[in-house]
């Protein structure tokens, strides 16, 4: 878009571009040589180029609301058009005119405020551009100009996909049937049915794709008919390139047509023609989406029924049309494997051949018959024809170009069914024709959908320019001026590149696609090599197959790849004898005989491209015989949200949709075009001078353009009309001439203003010193006597709050007096007590060491003695052992061994008895000691109890002791005592340690004791062993004795026998007189002895 010179001063609005929101509004702050700086609204500094930056009307600012019609924009440029848009979106204004097109943004949410039948009532004869912009603003002016001027009226409905064509054309024919048609009542009137063919149409031309999920697949033309009347007698629905790839082949998340889902979806019916959930089915469940959000497939299919009925399709063929969509269903679930022979192929599995009977049995033909058409084809010769088995993927491809056939003569069936049922009115002449096409593609792959597609929006652009330049011309006509200066933008070059014969892409495609052995490859090499040069068309950079076209709205890249596949509409022969022998009459139908034709192939070639190519010629005949009307639908953002505009995005819009084109035809001409009055109105101001003098408003604006030197404007009749640029120049000089009045009318106000504050600030300020002296000094009285009142206050509560607290403190003294002094007592008389147990401990102790070693001592000296005795004891009887050889010595020695044994033994008795008694004793000073200890523990227990009572109290003393510190300094002797007291805790602390080590110490020597009186024991054990072996001595010895005995009365006999023997007698008589009573008592005292102490 060529932007006029712009007026750079500092302070004037502008427009300048940013990478993310297209352009922000800014303003310029400096000029730097030969760059701007500006300050954009977010206050972000840029320096820029002049050229690059846009004008800004400031006024902008003010309108909110913005305009509804761009032309009435005091700067038409492409920022001012975006941004206006963007405001009015905001305020849910979705409408917008740019001169006579209407640019509608999607809402994407309900506003039936917009569409109610009020609103109707309101367009209904409303001069256009009177109320706001509106799509029935649109269809009322058709309407009306085909009621006035009996002209064939069309209205062009474009935009990107979701953009809201199908919505906008719906409410055009609401409104179209509102105006023209009869009373309701009727259910199938024609407008009822008009209306009725949208859910029917959208229903099996209609599917989910990611950027709509009700995007329709096809173009469609409806041409409404009224008579005389202007009451509707007939329409005719005319249908665009169907996209048939998407009845076999989906992608995540899109879906197959609607039809099927409801189909799927209902109930009785779906379970008649043996179909489940559409998961099951081959060319529904590619994708995983079977749901629509806030849809039921089964309320859809009611409705679908519902337009059936209305449009007046009967219950056989509603019947046969839902068998035929099942048989598709079912044929998309036959599948096959290779069969014996090599290329051959077979069905795969029983479940396939269950799909396939049920297909067979819904098209109502052969089973067989369609076996054999899926996996053989039938190859004419001259010779006659040959039958060639296919391979597997053959076999799948040929199934689905079977379903693509039939679902694509299902839907002009269906089309052909809507027409003829609804009917077209032979006598009606005028007719308002509504056009949902999609709007310019441009993909980052572009096939060849995209390529026919914007094939057609090129017409349709060369269509659009053509009525833009007429309706520019028509304006300037009425306006009686020189209109020489538009320049018309023609893309006739780039129809020529698509569509001229004999050499242009289309005809060069379908020759490609006419010889068998071609690929994309040859078709690109013929196209660049008879298109070198060409301004239009150039090689793609990355690949030498695909080609760019310059389009009006952009380059796009088409890939070639698929072209000559999608321009090959192949009518296989067998398919069509196959159905053609269908007993359904519907089917039968869809498929009449095909003319008698000797073709060497089963395949007839007919090219979409020149297909469409003439639909499109068609179409443009009508349209051109026709009144246009615009509506470009602008897809406000990619997420389908409310409220989201995204800037780039639309801007992109426009450009494709022609609306900036439009723009730039009428900013090559006179873009600003103003009335007398309003021009005057603006800029009467610039020359004063001239107004109180002539009321000739032309005149006035003739004079005041010639005082600002402006050239090359025009004075039409009503209007003058003004170059791009000039009413900038204008408004930039208003700009200056209001700054200057401004800023002196502000100087002026600004005194009179001060001046007269002033004056009144001196006497308020006069009143309120006063006011203010007055209150300060009653305020210091109050406080004054406050103040006294306060000090007589607090020396009482002061004295209060001291006596409370000295009689505390008091209290506090008294009772830690009274606990200390208890404590120390205490632990003086325990110490005490203590100290007296310990003294008994030890004399006890002392008492019982002194006995045992006593004891010990003794019984050692009488062990030492009785050994010594023995000894002499042996070495007596050893003497009397040589006295008795000797005779008479011997019985002596006996006796006074006899004697020596008894002392010995009486001896070892009284021992005995005095270990006995020392051991008693023993056991009772140990338990006596034992007891001592146990008493002493309590005591130790309890003297820790005392202490750690006496630690808690202390602890509670502390506290106290801290809060008196707190209330009263004089606390602070006291806690000195505490101190002291502390230190004799410590100190009995320590006692108690010293008590405790000296009773550990008792009880090591206590210890000790008892070992001693084991080592006593012990050795008294081995005393009465020395006894027993002192015994067992006597014994040998009272044996020996015996023997001495025996010998001695042998020798005494032998004394007797001759004259000594009377001595030897009485020797003996004396020695048994002597011994052997001693000895005798001797042994029955040891038997008593014995049975008194067993242990011995
Ligand atoms: N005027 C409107 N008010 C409310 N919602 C709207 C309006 N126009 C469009 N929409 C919403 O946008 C969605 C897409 O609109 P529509 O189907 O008309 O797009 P389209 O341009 O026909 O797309 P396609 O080219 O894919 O068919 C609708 O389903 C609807 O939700
Ligand atoms: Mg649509």
Wanted: charged share 25%; glycine share 4%.
């Amino acid at each position: 878009m060529p932007e006029p010179k712009m007026n750079l001063r500092k302070g004037a609005k502008v427009w300048v571009e940013d990478k993310s929101l297209a352009w922000v509004a800014a303003e310029i702050t400096d000029l730097k040589g030969k760059q701007v700086q500006v300050q954009t609204v977010s206050a972000k500094t840029v320096l820029v180029l002049p050229e690059k930056l846009f004008p800004r009307d400031a006024d902008e600012e003010e309108e909110h609301g913005g305009v509804d019609d761009m032309t009435k924009l005091t700067y038409l440029n492409e920022p001012g058009v975006l941004y206006n848009l963007e405001r009015r979106y905001a305020l849910n204004d979705i409408y917008t005119y740019t001169g006579s097109i209407l640019i509608a943004v999607n809402p994407f949410t309900k506003l039936p405020h917009l569409y109610n039948v009020h609103m109707m009532e309101q367009y209904k004869g409303a001069p256009f551009g009177e109320l706001s912009p509106h799509v029935f603003a649109v269809a009322d002016v058709s309407y009306r100009a085909m009621m006035n001027e009996g002209r064939s009226q069309s209205i062009l409905v474009s935009g990107e996909s979701g953009a809201g064509k199908t919505e906008t054309t719906k409410l055009i024919m609401q409104y179209l049937t509102f105006v023209g048609g009869r009373a309701a009542g009727d259910d199938r009137t024609v407008e009822q049915q008009v209306l009725e063919s949208n859910p029917l149409l959208e229903a099996f031309g209609n599917a989910r794709t990611v950027r709509n999920d009700n995007s329709s697949r096809f173009g469609k033309f409806v041409e409404i008919q009224f008579d005389a009347n202007g009451r509707i007698s007939g329409a005719a629905i005319r249908t665009y390139l169907l996209e048939r790839s998407r009845v076999v082949q989906i992608t995540d998340p899109e879906r197959n047509y609607h039809c099927f889902y409801q189909l799927c979806a209902s109930g009785k019916d779906a379970a008649k023609y043996k179909l489940a959930h559409p998961s099951h089915f081959h060319y529904l469940n590619q994708s995983r989406t079977y749901e629509l959000e806030g849809v039921s497939s089964a309320e859809e299919y009611m409705k679908t029924r519902r337009a059936m009925d209305i449009v007046g399709i009967s219950h056989e063929d509603q019947e046969a049309i839902f068998c035929t969509l099942a048989a598709i269903l079912h044929l998309g679930n036959i599948e096959f494997s290779p069969g014996r022979e090599h290329d051959s192929s077979v069905i795969k599995d029983q479940k396939s051949t269950f799909h396939m009977q049920m297909a067979a049995d819904l098209f109502r033909c052969d089973v067989n018959l369609l076996l054999a058409t899926l996996s053989t084809r039938t190859i004419q010769t001259r010779e006659g024809s040959i039958v060639k088995a296919l391979d597997c993927n053959a076999a799948v491809a040929s199934r689905d170009a079977l379903a693509k056939t039939v679902y694509a003569r299902l839907f002009d069936w269906l089309v052909d069914k809507i027409n003829m049922s609804v009917g077209q009115d032979p006598n009606s002449h005028i007719q308002i024709g509504v056009l949902d096409i999609y709007g310019f593609e441009c993909f980052k792959h572009n096939s060849f959908e995209q390529f026919c597609i914007n094939f057609a929006n090129e017409k349709l652009q060369q269509h659009f320019n053509e009525h833009v330049f007429k309706m520019e011309q028509d304006e300037y006509r009425k306006e009686e001026i020189n209109w020489s200066y538009i320049e018309f933008i023609d893309n006739q070059d780039v129809l020529d590149l698509i569509e001229k014969k004999p050499i242009g892409i289309i005809a060069l495609l379908d020759e490609a696609c006419m010889f068998p052995k071609s690929t994309h490859e040859t078709f690109s090499t013929k196209l660049f090599q008879n298109f070198r040069g060409h301004s239009r068309l150039e090689r793609a950079k990355f690949s030498e197959t695909d080609f760019t076209v310059s389009h009006y709205a952009g380059k796009v890249t088409y890939q070639t790849d698929t072209f000559l596949e999608k321009n090959r509409d192949y009518v296989v022969v067998e398919h069509c004898n196959l159905l053609a022998s269908s007993k359904c009459p519907f089917v039968a139908g869809l498929f009449p005989s095909p003319p008698e034709e000797s073709s060497r192939s089963s395949y007839k070639f007919s090219s979409v491209a020149t297909r469409f190519k003439q639909q499109l010629q068609a179409l443009m005949e009508t349209l051109n015989s026709t009144e246009p009307h615009y509506i470009r639908c602008v897809k406000p953002n990619s997420l389908n949200r409310p409220h989201k505009f995204e800037n780039l995005s639309i801007l992109h819009q426009l450009r494709c949709g022609g609306v900036l084109e439009a723009v730039r035809i009428s900013l090559a001409g006179y873009p600003t075009r103003r009335t007398y009055s309003e021009f005057v109105d603006r800029f009467g101001l610039l020359a004063p001078e001239f107004m109180d003098t002539s009321y000739d408003e032309k005149a006035l604006t003739e004079k005041i353009l010639r005082k600002l030197n402006l050239e090359n404007f025009q004075l039409g009749r009503t209007k003058v009309f003004l170059r791009a640029g000039q009413i900038g120049v204008l408004d930039s000089r208003r700009a200056e001439v209001l700054d200057t009045a401004a800023k002196r009318v502000q100087r002026r106000l600004r005194t009179y203003i001060a001046h007269r504050n002033f004056i009144s600030a001196r006497v308020a300020a006069i009143q309120l010193q006063a006011y203010c002296r007055g209150c300060l000094v009653r305020k210091m009285f109050a406080a004054r006597r406050e103040a006294a009142a306060a000090v007589c206050l607090q020396k009482y509560v002061r004295r209060w709050l001291f006596r409370c607290a000295y009689l505390k403190v008091l209290s506090a003294a008294v009772i830690l007096q009274s606990n200390i002094c208890g404590f120390s007592t205490r632990q003086k008389f325990l110490h005490r007590k203590k100290h007296r147990a310990a003294a008994l401990i030890q004399a006890r102790w002392r008492l019982c060491r002194f006995r045992s070693a006593f004891h010990h001592y003794k019984k050692s000296i009488i062990a030492i003695q009785c050994h010594w005795r023995q000894k002499l004891a042996k070495r007596e009887l050893r003497r009397l052992k040589q006295e008795a050889n000797e005779a008479g010595a011997l019985r002596l020695a006996k006796n006074k061994l006899e004697k020596q044994l008894e002392d010995l033994t009486w001896r070892l008795h009284l021992e005995k008895r005095m270990r006995v008694s020392t051991e008693e004793t023993k056991s009772v000073e140990i338990s006596k000691l034992q007891k001592a200890l146990e008493s002493l523990n309590l005591e130790l227990d309890a003297t820790k109890l005392a202490t750690i009572s006496e630690c808690n109290k202390n602890a509670v003393l502390q506290n106290q002791l801290e809060l008196s510190i707190k209330e009263k300094s004089a606390l602070e002797k006291e806690l000195t005592v505490l101190a002291e007291m502390r230190k004799e805790n410590v100190l009995l602390k320590s006692s108690l340690d010293t008590l405790e080590k000296k009773n550990s110490a008792l009880e090591h020597e206590l210890k000790k004791a008892l070992k001693d009186a084991s080592d006593t024991i012990e050795k008294l054990r081995e005393l009465e062993q020395k006894n027993t072996e002192l015994q067992q001595n006597m014994q040998s010895l009272e044996e020996k004795l015996s023997h001495l005995e025996d010998e001695n009365h042998v020798l005494r006999q032998k004394a007797l026998t001759p004259s000594p023997k009377s001595n030897r007698a009485n020797l003996t008589k004396s020695f048994s007189n002597k011994y052997g009573g001693t000895v005798n008592l001797h042994q029955s005292d040891r038997k008593t002895a014995y049975l008194k102490n067993p242990d011995c």
